[in-house]
């Protein structure tokens, strides 16, 4: 008998046209952010000059008034209708595609990962991030139509390997929005809270766990590592596995929670998912109901591997 039994025909319909308005809605927003802000004309000493301004208050002249800047200025302005448009017509068809997720059941996700995976996205920090240990396991079924056995999904924690080497271009992200990684979680749970005792965990009030591991220090890591200059954020704490995970291929899935909300979940490919989880089973330290569990989901996703999964069957 398999581990896993699949979805039915209309939910499987319905994960593919919620992912496609789904694309299309990140596709929208992200051409939208480029044209944040706005064009004024202001006159500055007799002249009139055209004047770019962002969404944190700065201004930048684009030169004074001439054609050029009155085509620069039609063009901006236009774009940004049009994008508005847009944009409000996609989020109008994606929520009705989030209560189409809900009524036919499509998502069985916890709410909070989908809102800490889109709150990172939001932010753009996501690609720093993979998600690693048992809420994989939703990629790998969502990409298959299937729905795993609850046996082996049963988790409080959700586990984010942060990738060291892009830490330069992630705390200078950091820096810029004079923000923590706390204060980004707290945008999807405002419970959050970093454990004293353990600091590379954040809690919600419901008891649901976001723990940060990286790479065990190299290649000039440093270490320990705080993921901002806030005394109170979050340390990712090193993990034996850590540079196996980074250096495996990386997919990303669409995976749909239980209210039907959808968020891109970036993870390692399924061969290397199972090969880590059969060599975390190995280790005598690790503790025995773990063990059970590392080589349960391990056959797990190598059975689908075999059966849904042919691109990776060769691996």
């Known amino acids: ?183 980004l979680l707290k945008k999807a749970d405002k419970t959050f809270e970093r454990l004293e005792d353990r600091k590379e965990t954040v809690r919600n009030a419901t008891g649901f766990e976001v723990d940060v591991i990286r790479r065990t220090a190299k290649d000039g890591d440093p270490h320990p590592m705080r993921l901002s200059d806030d005394e109170d954020d979050v340390w990712a704490v090193q993990a034996s596995t850590g540079d196996s995970i980074l250096n495996a291929p990386r997919v990303s899935q669409m995976v749909v929670a239980t209210n039907g909300a959808m968020a891109i979940m970036h993870t390692m490919a399924p061969p290397d998912f199972a090969r880590i989880k059969r060599k975390l089973a190995e280790y005598p330290t690790r503790d025995p109901l773990k063990r059970s569990k590392d080589r349960l989901q391990a056959e797990l996703v190598e059975e689908l591997i075999a059966t849904h999964m042919p691109q990776y069957a060769a691996n």
Not at 49 to 72: A, M
Not at 157 to 177: G, N, P, V
Request: charged fraction near 30%.
């Open 1 to 183: 008998m398999p581990g896993f039994i699949e979805n039915n025909d209309s939910q499987k319909r319905q994960y593919i046209d919620a992912e496609s308005v789904f694309d299309e809605l990140r596709r929208v927003r992200k051409e939208a952010t480029q044209t944040r802000g706005g064009m004024i004309w202001r006159e500055i000493k007799g002249r009139t000059y055209l004047i770019r301004t962002s969404p944190k208050g700065t201004h930048k002249s684009l030169g004074p008034k001439s054609d050029e800047t009155q085509r620069i200025y039609a063009s901006f302005t236009e774009r940004k209708a049009q994008i508005a448009q847009r944009l409000a017509a996609i989020e109008a068809t994606f929520d009705e595609q989030r209560r189409l997720n809900r009524a036919l059941r499509v998502g069985r996700v916890p709410t909070v990962v989908i809102d800490v995976l889109n709150a990172l996205d939001a932010a753009g920090l996501a690609e720093h991030f993979m998600v690693v240990g048992t809420h994989s396991l939703y990629a790998y079924e969502s990409a298959c139509g299937v729905r795993f056995t609850p046996s082996a999904m049963a988790t409080r924690d959700i586990d984010l390997l942060f990738d060291t080497r892009k830490r330069l271009a992630f705390f200078s992200r950091m820096r810029e929005s004079d923000a923590s990684f706390v204060g």
